[in-house]
C-alpha cells in the first residue's frame, strides 16, 4: 500500500491549475504560429520586392563567371585591373554595337516582314500540291498576319527602344559595378564559404564548383560559335532566296541553333516556309538538305565534341529553363537562368562523379561522356600498338 501510495502523482490543493497550464500551452502555440506566418509572409514581401536587385545581382554573378576566362587570358600579359577595364570595354562595344543594330535594323525588318509576310504565306496557299493544301488546313496566312502583328507590339517604336535603354542605364551601371566585384572577390568569397566544410570534403566542392564553371563556360562558349556560324548561314541563305527580313530570321535562327540535336533544323524552318512562297522548289530542296547536313554534323561531331570536354546537356533542360527565364523577366532572364541551369547540373555531375580530376569539365578529362547519339557514331580506331 505504501508503494501504490508513493507512486501516485502529487496532488495539489489548487483545483484550476491542470487547466490553467493547458490554456497557457495552448496561448504559447498560437502565438508560435503566428509568429511563423508573420515571418513567412514577411520574407515572401522582402523577397517579392528585392526581385530586381536580386536579379542583377544573379546576373552579375553569371556574368563574372563567365568572363573570367577572358580576363584570366589577358591577365597574362596585362595587369589585372587593365584587362579587366579591356573586357568590360569590349563588352560594352559589343552590346552598344547590338542595340543600335536593334534600334536600326531589326525593327525596320519587322515592319517590312510585316507587309510581306502574309502575302508569301497566301502564295504559300496557292500552290496546288501537298504544300498548299496543308497551309490552306493550318490557316498559314491568319497564322503569319497575327505573328508578325504580335511582333510589331513586342518591337516597339525606335523612340521606344531608345526610351528603354535610357532607363536601363542605372541597372547596367549597378550590374557593371557588382560584376568588377565579382570577377575581383568572386573566389575568395567562395573559398570562405567552403571553409564551413572540413577537410576532405571542402577539398572535394573546391574541385566541383572549378570544374562545373569550366564546363558552363565550355557550353556557353560552344553555343556562341554554333549561334555564330547558323546565324551567319541563314542571312546568307535568306539573301540569295531574297527572303524579306533575312537578318531577322539570321537572330532567331541564332537562337534556336543553341537547342542541342533538333535546335539548327528548328532555326531553319521560317527560312523554308518563305522559301515556299519566293524560291523554285529546287532552292527549297537545298535548304532542306543544308539544314540536315549542318543539324546531323552538330549532332555527330559537335556536340559529342563539345559534351566530352563539358558535360551532356539535353534540349528539354535548355527549352524549360528559357521559356520559364523569359516568362519572369524577359530575354536577361531567359540567358541567366540558361546558365544557371548548366551550371547547376555541371555541380551535380561534378559532385556524383568519384574522382573530380576525371569529371567532364575537368583539364585531365579523358573519358567521352555517353549521349544519345553515340550509337550512331563510329567509335575512334583503336591505335595499332608498336608489337603489331
Avoid: C, H
Avoid at 563588352?91 to 515592319?111: F, H, K, N, P, T
Avoid at 541563314?234 to 539570321?250: H, M, N, R, T
Amino acid at each position: 500500500m505504501a508503494a501504490d501510495v508513493a507512486s501516485r502523482p502529487a496532488q495539489t490543493n489548487d483545483p484550476n491549475a491542470g487547466p490553467k497550464s493547458g490554456m497557457a500551452s495552448k496561448w504559447m502555440l498560437m502565438v508560435y504560429t503566428a509568429g511563423v506566418v508573420l515571418l513567412v509572409v514577411a520574407g515572401r514581401n522582402v523577397v517579392e520586392s528585392a526581385t530586381v536587385v536580386l536579379g542583377w545581382a544573379i546576373a552579375s554573378i553569371v556574368a563574372a563567371m563567365l568572363l573570367t576566362p577572358l580576363v584570366r587570358f589577358l591577365d597574362r600579359f596585362l595587369p589585372r585591373a587593365l584587362a579587366i577595364l579591356l573586357v568590360f570595354l569590349a563588352v560594352a562595344a559589343i552590346g552598344l554595337a547590338v542595340r543600335s543594330a536593334y534600334v536600326a535594323e531589326v525593327q525596320g525588318q519587322v515592319d517590312y516582314l510585316a507587309e510581306r509576310g502574309p502575302e508569301i504565306a497566301a502564295q504559300v496557299e496557292a500552290r496546288q500540291d501537298r504544300v498548299g493544301d496543308i497551309a490552306r488546313e493550318i490557316g498559314l496566312e491568319d497564322r503569319v498576319t497575327e505573328l508578325t502583328e504580335r511582333l510589331q507590339d513586342r518591337i516597339g517604336t525606335p523612340s521606344d527602344a531608345l526610351r528603354d535603354a535610357a532607363m536601363s542605364v542605372p541597372a547596367y551601371l549597378v550590374a557593371f559595378i557588382l560584376t568588377i566585384f565579382f570577377l575581383v572577390f568572386g573566389p575568395e568569397m567562395v573559398r570562405a564559404g567552403l571553409t564551413r566544410f572540413g577537410g576532405d570534403r571542402r577539398e572535394r566542392l573546391d574541385d566541383a564548383v572549378q570544374g562545373a564553371a569550366r564546363a558552363t563556360q565550355r557550353q556557353v562558349g560552344a553555343a556562341i560559335v554554333i549561334a555564330t556560324a547558323v546565324g551567319l548561314t541563314i542571312w546568307v541563305v535568306g539573301e540569295l532566296l531574297d527572303a524579306p527580313s533575312p537578318g531577322l530570321f539570321a537572330l532567331a535562327g541564332a537562337a534556336f541553333a543553341m537547342i542541342p540535336y533538333v535546335g539548327i533544323f528548328v532555326a531553319f524552318l521560317p527560312v523554308i516556309v518563305v522559301g515556299l512562297g519566293v524560291a523554285s522548289w529546287w532552292q527549297v530542296a537545298g535548304v532542306i538538305a543544308l539544314a540536315a547536313g549542318m543539324q546531323f554534323l552538330e549532332a555527330t561531331r559537335w556536340r559529342p565534341f563539345v559534351d566530352r570536354r563539358s558535360l551532356y546537356v539535353g534540349p528539354a533542360a535548355l527549352v524549360i529553363s528559357a521559356a520559364l527565364g523569359y516568362v519572369i523577366y524577359g530575354v536577361g532572364g531567359l540567358i541567366v537562368l540558361v546558365v544557371s541551369t548548366v551550371f547547376a547540373l555541371a555541380v551535380a555531375d561534378q559532385v556524383a562523379t568519384d574522382d573530380p580530376d576525371e569529371a567532364p569539365g575537368s583539364d585531365d578529362a579523358t573519358d567521352p561522356i555517353p549521349t544519345p547519339i553515340d550509337e550512331y557514331v563510329e567509335p575512334d580506331p583503336e591505335p595499332e600498338s608498336a608489337d603489331a
